[in-house]
Nanobody, 122 residues
Framework: QVQLVESGGGSAQAGGSLKLSCVASGRTDRRYAMAWYRQTSGPQRELVAGISSGGSTNYADSVKGRFTISRDNAGNTVHLQMNDLKPEDTAVYYC????????????????WGKGVLVTVES
């Protein structure tokens, strides 16, 4: 089992920045592909950004050029730097992990964090 704990959520003004972090613990003997998803008012969760164990990344079109995903050398901590925030970025952000990075994306999510709320005010 892998536990994921997010931090760094909060409020920001439009145009501002926030940085989210996610620490993985438990069975971290292997480097998992990790990603951030977000959920607004509806039930659907959308991919924001992902990063493979080797550092390859992918982004949703809506955040390209504004958000940057990264991971530390040990591979157990992932960050999401969010710049030029917009009100539509308001959501609960979830850190996820899984074993497979295929076709340029995390394809099987095995673990979810509890999520952190990001609120962007206009």
């Amino acid at each position: 089992q892998v536990q994921l704990v997010e931090s760094g959520g909060g409020s920001a003004q439009a145009g501002g920045s926030l940085k989210l972090s996610c620490v993985a613990s438990g069975r971290t003997d292997r480097r998992y592909a990790m990603a951030w998803y977000r959920q607004t008012s509806g039930p659907q969760r959308e991919l924001v950004a992902g990063i493979s164990s080797g550092g390859s990344t992918n982004y949703a079109d809506s955040v390209k050029g504004r958000f940057t995903i990264s991971r530390d050398n040990a591979g157990n901590t992932v960050h999401l730097q969010m710049n030029d925030l917009k009100p539509e970025d308001t959501a609960v952000y979830y850190c996820v992990a899984g074993p497979y990075w295929r076709f340029g994306a995390l394809t099987d999510v095995n673990y979810w964090g509890k999520g952190v709320l990001v609120t962007v005010e206009s």
